[in-house]
């Protein structure tokens, strides 16, 4: 049985008429979308600006002023309602963010997977190095709007209830309101880069299921178990390359003048990792046969 | 070279030890309706996964249009729509955001007319009223058309619909039909695998048959009933008499009933068979030919039925 004969149709052109390809925005619109638009990740964001709003209340309307012993932002609140949000994105480090953004990047690519919807999108045909480069940049999108929506509850919350004015930073001195507020901004920055770098950690475990929970469940592991490691003192050698390690020092932000080792540091380690790890995804997802 | 749409060399997946493709050679005409047939397991849904780049080939390779695969996906792809292995879409999104979706993840789709070319696919498969429905409300049948719009976003060259007829319901599956027949008027070469041998029956030039992994046939339709063995029975009050007639003509394997005598015609012209006997004073009442089905095809070549899985 060889090959039949080709059957003689006019209008048959091969591939020759295709349009050329295009680089444009609309895959990755698409993916904030479809992001947006999940009931859950707009649930998750009530909780994350749920929190300042609970702080800056509870300290207006409880008598006692946070103590001497309260952790640094807390005491200030009341001296400048911008300190609601700083001590909001430090509570919030601890598991509500790293979760956020666990979820959001445990689900790309495991959750397309999952529904069968991968198997589509590669036939289309979406790259498999494109489909990494667009889930990793809404888990960027998706992290800096989490810490975002954060500090800005915070400081709306924070003006309301407290008010503004010239801000005392960590060390004493006074800056003006407008110098505070870009302060607030750089943590945000800060924190959001290393979220992204827990975001690209998160893509790896993605594209090892089909299952989007067991990838959430492993980036967070992987995120607690960084702070865990990081309380114990007798792997202080393993200390500095945790991706946890610098994430509070965005308080360094708050001095005067700022203290930029730290967080030089954090942000040469954010990179290493999310280097690190869009490495292995790649690796791991270029040459993956899709079942799903 | 490009007048083949799919090509393949000695296609081979092993997943483990098991060997689910062994070395098959698919050669799909441009232009044709290819009819890729074999019982559930037999290895048809894991080749059309390595015909659209989703899984690797251990060995072997396959070119679309001349291109190989998966290294020539992101050039060759734009013109092939497919159905893989059932539906698959956002639940809580409605037919047409999905839609919209898929076309806004295809670079070579223009942004212009998405609106109007989502409505158009939609309405081809006739969901334009279930437009804005969200997905998770849809039926099977529905969830199945919707899957057949979204390989029709954009023209095409080449369809690869794995069991497109899957969970319709009969109006469903005649249309279908007639869509997979007004594509390839249009000159889109089309490969549909199909579990079901009178749906290929109907409508394919071409047909493969996979058995356990591998390609046991493959030809145009005519060419692969030829190769069964046509039959020609004589309907008469005188079997005996018409047997002796056939068996001088050269008629094998002849038998009788109480009515009829039938035989193996081989390379006989059939209209002899009814002269012959007319002349030796046979009483004919009736007369037929039968040419093998493919199932009766597929039972020679494979020894079993078609429902036995691989």
């Keep these: 049985m060889s090959a039949a004969e080709p059957v003689s149709r006019t209008g048959v052109e091969g591939v020759a008429r295709r349009p050329r390809a295009r680089v444009s925005p609309r895959f990755l619109l698409s993916e904030l979308r479809l992001m947006v638009g999940r009931r859950r990740n707009q649930a998750g964001l009530l909780v994350l600006a ?18 001497a012993d309260a952790p640094d932002f807390f005491r200030s609140i009341t001296q400048n309602g911008l300190f609601v949000s700083l001590a909001a994105l430090t509570i ?107 975001g690209a950690v998160g893509l790896f475990f993605s594209t090892l299921t089909e299952q989007p929970i067991g990838a959430m469940v492993t980036t967070v592991v992987f995120s607690t178990t960084s702070y865990i490691l990081d309380s114990i003192p007798q792997v202080s050698w393993l200390h500095p390359y945790l991706i946890t390690h610098h994430w509070l020092d965005f308080g360094d932000l708050l001095r005067d003048p700022v203290a930029w080792n730290n967080i030089v540091a954090g942000l040469g380690l954010a990179l290493g990792y999310a280097a690190v790890f869009l490495a292995a995804a790649w690796s791991r997802f270029s040459v993956k046969d899709v079942t799903s | 070279m490009t007048d083949l749409a ?22 799909v005409p441009t232009g044709a309706v290819y009819g890729f047939l074999g019982p559930n397991g037999s290895g048809k849904t894991t080749t059309i996964r390595m015909l659209l780049g989703l899984v690797v080939p251990s060995g072997g390779g396959v070119e679309l249009f001349g291109a190989a695969m998966p290294a020539g996906a992101a050039s060759v792809l734009p013109a092939v729509g497919s159905l893989v292995e059932g539906p698959a879409f956002h639940p809580y999104l409605s037919g047409r955001r999905n839609l919209l979706r898929l076309d806004a993840a295809d670079r070579t789709a223009d942004p212009r007319s998405a609106g109007t070319r989502v409505a158009a696919a939609l309405d081809r498969v ?61 000159g889109t070469t089309v490969l549909v695998s199909s579990h079901l041998l009178s749906e290929v029956d109907q409508m394919c030039t071409h047909v493969g048959i996979m058995h356990v992994g591998r390609l046991v046939a493959q030809g145009s339709s005519a060419e692969l009933r030829d190769q069964g063995t046509v039959e020609a029975t004589v309907e008469t009050e005188e079997p ?47 007369f037929r030919v039968a040419r093998p089905t493919l199932e009766d095809v597929f039972v020679s070549l494979t020894g079993e039925g078609f429902d036995v899985s691989g």
Excluded: W
Aim: aromatic share 4%; hydrophobic share 50%.
């Design chain 2, 6 to 27: 799919v090509r393949s060399r000695g296609l081979t997946k092993r997943f483990g030890s098991q060997t689910v493709v062994d070395a098959i050679d698919l050669a």
């Design chain 1, 92 to 198: 919030e480090l601890a598991l509500f963010l790293p979760l956020a953004v666990a979820v959001v990047a445990g689900d790309s690519v495991a959750g397309e997977a999952n529904i069968g919807t991968l198997r589509y999108l590669l036939t289309v045909p979406v790259t498999r190095g494109r489909l990494l480069v667009v889930k990793f940049a809404g888990i960027v999108v998706g992290a800096f709007v989490a810490t975002f929506v954060v500090a800005t509850t915070g400081v709306v919350m924070g003006l309301v209830l407290f008010g503004g004015g010239a801000m005392t930073t960590l060390s004493g001195t006074q800056i003006s309101f407008t110098a505070g507020l870009l302060r607030v901004l750089a943590a945000v920055v800060y924190l959001s880069c290393g979220l992204a770098a827990l």
């Design chain 2, 240 to 286: 005996a008499q018409a047997a002796r007639v056939m068996a001088e003509l050269g008629l094998t394997e002849i038998h009788t009933t109480r009515t009829a005598a039938t035989g193996v015609i081989g390379g006989i012209a059939a209209e002899k068979v009814v002269a012959a006997c007319v002349h030796a004073g046979v009483p004919v009442v009736g």
């Design chain 1, 50 to 67: 749920a929190v300042p709003a609970f702080i800056a209340i509870s300290v207006k309307t409880t008598l006692s002023q946070p103590g």
């Design chain 2, 126 to 186: 006739g969901l334009l009223a279930a437009a804005d429905k969200r997905y998770r409300a849809y039926s099977l049948g529905m969830r199945q058309r919707l899957a057949i719009a979204a390989a029709l976003l954009t023209p095409k060259d080449l369809l690869v619909l794995d069991e497109p007829t899957n969970g319709l319901d009969p109006q469903g599956t005649r249309e279908v039909r007639q869509l997979v027949g007004s594509l390839a008027d249009d």
